[in-house]
């Protein structure tokens, strides 16, 4: 299946082809006349290539499994299947599902727009808003857009009726399994008829997103589009922190770049919350977004970057999914992901449509075995920067959060990522396999050292990390 569909020599041959014949227009994919004119009059006159590689086995009735980020314009795909094949007035005819509200509310509103030229009705289902005001708007609907839970919900109820559904759409699969919604959503699937379209996108492939097309798909039609980083557009640079100065080096850099849309990138909400509380208390006008804020909060700070009234969002993984934000010119991962394509999601973010952009990480001692396995991706150019001279903060961090987010605790590390040069000598290497057993002792050695110099009134960073840290995991 996807995971074995398309080796990296011929998807980049298909990707160099494809270039080769972009000025190709919607009216050459099958749409019809009335379809092509809602598009272009909504501005979009030319097909990205998942689109004009998805739209004809889409408009064939086949299934599809379409692998391919955020931003390729995966909702113009499966849209189009949606506009061709639904009548207005028969009842729920497609279900998109989508693992955030965020982004059930942005395919809400796309379809929405598509709906004033064609009368279809679109109804966006999610949790986070009273339910009761979702069952007389399901009733005169023709498309639902929803989350996993809230669907699910609905069924429960009786209050949606999924047997004319003649269109399901999975939308970014691998996050709905990532947040464990795959037993949700194999439920809604087998409420739905089994003669039916299932088109699924999914930006990373896995066991489990991979089981589903088998088992839910018929003989789909498997379109993998190169994921790549464009080094023209993007600089990618890393600079070597202790965890102590992490938030002092961010607060620097966002000091220093005062214009701009930037993403700041941490792997839990408890690390975003800590970030944008602390950035407030130095006078930078962030907001933090996660899976943990009612969909009141989220929606009112995604309108806040739409008017431009913030231009720092502090975010997870799972929130920024999907979000449409334009205009991104800096992308900074706090806490490095623990994948090359996680890091490619990010950074993607930023150099689009071809303005360029910068992607900075900050890499401390905690952050090496997950740096390690993004650099291990040949196709990344990122360079060691570094590390200026900034003032040193002291924010306010939870306790619990100090020893992941570069809070205000004692000391800091003594070593660097020293990418290929010191594999094997404790500071591990990009592109190797884990490092030697000298390098981890070594490691262990200068935190030893570091706990002595603590008692000896040197900092104490070394025992909030070692000690505490071994105990909770």
Same mark, same amino acid.
């Given at each position: 299946?996807? @995971?074995?569909?398309?080796?990296?020599?011929?998807?980049?041959?298909?990707?160099? *082809?494809?270039?080769?014949?972009?000025?190709?227009?919607?009216?050459?994919?099958?749409?019809?006349?009335?379809?092509?004119?809602?598009?272009?009059?909504?501005?979009?006159?030319?097909?990205?290539?998942?689109?004009?590689?998805?739209?004809?086995?889409?408009?064939?009735?086949?299934?599809? &499994?379409?692998?391919?980020?955020?931003?390729?314009?995966?909702?113009?795909?499966?849209?189009?299947?949606?506009?061709?094949?639904?009548?207005?007035?028969?009842?729920?005819?497609?279900?998109?599902?989508?693992?955030?509200?965020?982004?059930?509310?942005? &395919?809400?509103?796309?379809?929405?727009?598509?709906?004033?030229?064609?009368?279809?009705?679109?109804?966006?289902?999610?949790?986070?808003?009273? &339910?009761?005001?979702?069952?007389?708007?399901?009733?005169?609907?023709?498309?639902?857009?929803?989350?996993?839970?809230?669907?699910?919900?609905?069924?429960?109820?009786?209050?949606?009726?999924?047997?004319?559904?003649?269109?399901?759409?999975?939308?970014?699969?691998?996050?709905?399994?990532?947040?464990?919604?795959?037993?949700?959503?194999?439920?809604? &699937?087998?409420?739905?008829?089994?003669?039916?379209?299932?088109?699924? =996108?999914?930006?990373?492939?896995?066991?489990?997103?991979?089981?589903?097309?088998? @088992?839910?798909?018929?003989?789909?039609?498997?379109?993998?589009?190169?994921?790549?980083?464009?080094?023209?557009?993007?600089?990618?640079?890393?600079? !070597?922190?202790?965890?102590?100065?992490?938030?002092?080096?961010?607060?620097?850099?966002?000091?220093?770049?005062?214009?701009?849309?930037?993403?700041?990138?941490?792997?839990?909400?408890?690390?975003?919350?800590?970030?944008?509380? !602390?950035?407030?208390?130095?006078?930078?006008?962030?907001?933090?977004?996660?899976? #943990?804020?009612?969909?009141?909060?989220?929606?009112?700070?995604?309108?806040? =970057?739409?008017? !431009?009234?913030?231009?720092?969002?502090?975010?997870?993984?799972?929130?920024?999914?999907?979000?449409?934000?334009?205009?991104?010119?800096?992308?900074? !991962?706090?806490?490095?992901?623990?994948?090359?394509?996680?890091?490619?999601?990010?950074?993607?973010?930023?150099?689009?449509?071809?303005?360029?952009?910068?992607?900075?990480?900050?890499?401390?001692?905690?952050?090496?075995?997950?740096?390690?396995?993004?650099?291990?991706?040949?196709?990344?150019?990122?360079?060691?920067?570094?590390?200026?001279?900034?003032?040193?903060?002291?924010?306010?961090?939870?306790?619990?959060?100090?020893?992941?987010? #570069?809070?205000?605790?004692?000391?800091?590390?003594?070593?660097? =990522?020293?990418?290929?040069?010191?594999?094997?000598?404790?500071? #591990?290497?990009?592109?190797?396999?884990?490092?030697?057993? *000298?390098?981890?002792?070594?490691?262990?050695?200068?935190?030893?050292?570091?706990?002595?110099?603590?008692?000896?009134?040197?900092?104490?960073?070394?025992?909030?990390? *070692?000690?505490?840290?071994?105990?909770?995991?």
């Amino acid at each position: 299946m996807l @995971k074995d569909y398309c080796p990296r020599r011929l998807a980049i041959r298909e990707h160099n *082809s494809w270039h080769l014949s972009k000025m190709e227009k919607f009216d050459k994919l099958g749409l019809s006349k009335k379809t092509v004119d809602v598009f272009e009059e909504l501005g979009f006159t030319e097909p990205t290539e998942i689109q004009a590689r998805t739209i004809p086995p889409i408009l064939e009735g086949k299934d599809v &499994i379409g692998s391919a980020s955020t931003g390729s314009g995966k909702t113009i795909a499966f849209a189009s299947g949606i506009l061709e094949n639904t009548v207005p007035g028969k009842g729920i005819q497609a279900l998109i599902l989508t693992p955030t509200r965020e982004l059930a509310e942005q &395919i809400g509103k796309v379809l929405g727009k598509f709906s004033r030229k064609t009368g279809l009705k679109t109804i966006e289902v999610f949790g986070g808003v009273p &339910i009761e005001r979702q069952f007389r708007l399901i009733r005169e609907s023709d498309i639902v857009v929803g989350t996993p839970g809230r669907v699910l919900d609905h069924l429960n109820r009786r209050t949606l009726d999924l047997s004319r559904v003649k269109i399901l759409v999975l939308d970014e699969a691998d996050r709905m399994v990532d947040m464990g919604f795959l037993p949700d959503v194999e439920k809604i &699937i087998r409420d739905c008829p089994k003669e039916r379209q299932t088109l699924l =996108f999914s930006a990373t492939t896995s066991q489990d997103v991979d089981r589903v097309s088998r @088992k839910y798909m018929k003989n789909p039609v498997e379109i993998a589009v190169e994921k790549y980083v464009d080094a023209s557009k993007l600089r990618q640079v890393y600079y !070597n922190v202790s965890p102590d100065q992490k938030f002092s080096a961010l607060v620097h850099f966002l000091q220093k770049e005062k214009n701009g849309i930037v993403m700041v990138f941490s792997n839990t909400r408890r690390t975003v919350d800590s970030i944008a509380m !602390n950035l407030k208390r130095y006078k930078i006008n962030a907001q933090a977004i996660h899976g #943990g804020l009612d969909q009141k909060k989220r929606s009112r700070i995604i309108e806040q =970057f739409h008017k !431009n009234e913030v231009n720092i969002l502090v975010c997870t993984d799972v929130a920024a999914r999907g979000l449409d934000i334009k205009g991104v010119t800096h992308v900074y !991962n706090y806490d490095i992901p623990k994948t090359a394509e996680e890091y490619i999601h990010r950074v993607g973010r930023t150099a689009r449509a071809g303005e360029e952009g910068i992607a900075v990480s900050l890499v401390s001692n905690r952050d090496y075995d997950n740096f390690r396995r993004v650099m291990m991706d040949d196709s990344l150019k990122i360079e060691e920067a570094e590390l200026p001279e900034f003032e040193r903060l002291r924010p306010v961090f939870r306790k619990e959060d100090d020893k992941r987010s #570069g809070g205000y605790s004692r000391g800091g590390s003594r070593g660097g =990522f020293r990418g290929r040069r010191d594999s094997g000598r404790g500071g #591990g290497s990009p592109r190797g396999r884990g490092g030697s057993r *000298s390098g981890r002792d070594s490691g262990e050695r200068r935190g030893n050292r570091d706990r002595r110099d603590s008692r000896r009134g040197g900092g104490s960073y070394g025992r909030s990390r *070692s000690s505490s840290g071994n105990r909770r995991r």
